[in-house]
């Protein structure tokens, strides 16, 4: 058992009859009355979102999990298949395990978080920023690039991305996971 003050981003718990991954928390101390975390939590089997608040010591029941290295190989409709890079065993998983599936390139190595019991995959952690080929964008217009405008972009695997207007196709760029945005030009 684990009290609110363990509570982390990525943390798994038992709630409601299901496993939560912690997506967000914020520790509150109003002027008048008792502390209290206000978290979102994320469902591992349906993949739904909630948000709850918990009472400064509340009693959660934390899930033990165990983190492997997996490359991503292929998609196949909607299950997406992993190798483990260390005995190069394959697992194969839904669309919706993923927290940014139209970001993953065939090669990239994430992490699949295991629930340590019954050894199922909960969810799958993507690197923090990936680095993406642009495919296909409109051309930017010059002298246009003093303001923070932007325009959208499709990259290698398909995600549009807004980005700013002096990205040309065939650009490399990295881009944040987590949000799905737009972080630099990538360097050669």
């Given at each position: 058992m684990a009290?609110?003050?363990?509570?982390?981003?990525?943390?798994?718990?038992?709630?409601?009859?299901?496993?939560?991954?912690?997506?967000?928390?914020?520790?509150v101390?109003?002027?008048?009355?008792?502390?209290?975390?206000?978290?979102?939590?994320?469902?591992?089997t349906?993949?739904?979102?909630?948000?709850n608040?918990?009472?400064?010591?509340h009693?959660?029941e934390?899930v033990?999990?165990?983190?492997?290295?997996?490359?991503?190989?292929?998609?196949?409709?909607?299950t997406?298949?992993?190798?483990?890079?260390?005995?190069?065993?394959?697992i194969?998983?839904?669309?919706?395990?993923?927290?940014?599936?139209?970001?993953?390139?065939?090669?990239?190595?994430v992490?699949?978080?295991?629930?340590?019991?019954d050894?199922?995959p909960?969810?799958?952690?993507?690197?923090?920023?990936?680095?993406?080929?642009?495919?296909?964008?409109?051309?930017?217009?010059k002298?246009?690039?003093?303001?923070?405008?932007?325009?959208?972009?499709?990259?290698?695997?398909?995600?549009?991305?807004?980005?700013?207007l002096?990205?040309?196709?065939?650009?490399?760029?990295?881009?944040?996971t987590e949000?799905?945005?737009?972080?630099?030009?990538?360097?050669?």
């Amino acid at each position: 058992m684990a009290s609110t003050s363990d509570i982390r981003k990525g943390l798994c718990i038992r709630f409601n009859h299901d496993i939560y991954k912690i997506v967000e928390f914020l520790h509150v101390k109003p002027g008048k009355g008792p502390a209290f975390v206000r978290t979102k939590l994320k469902s591992v089997t349906t993949g739904k979102v909630l948000d709850n608040t918990f009472s400064a010591g509340h009693k959660i029941e934390d899930v033990r999990v165990e983190t492997r290295s997996y490359q991503y190989l292929y998609p196949e409709g909607e299950t997406f298949h992993f190798m483990n890079t260390d005995d190069y065993n394959q697992i194969a998983l839904q669309r919706d395990a993923l927290d940014a599936p139209d970001l993953l390139k065939e090669g990239e190595v994430v992490t699949i978080i295991f629930n340590a019991e019954d050894n199922m995959p909960l969810s799958v952690e993507m690197p923090a920023s990936v680095i993406l080929e642009v495919t296909h964008t409109e051309p930017g217009v010059k002298g246009n690039t003093a303001t923070n405008a932007t325009k959208p972009a499709t990259v290698e695997t398909g995600a549009r991305i807004n980005v700013p207007l002096f990205i040309n196709e065939g650009d490399k760029i990295k881009v944040d996971t987590e949000k799905g945005a737009y972080l630099e030009r990538a360097k050669e």
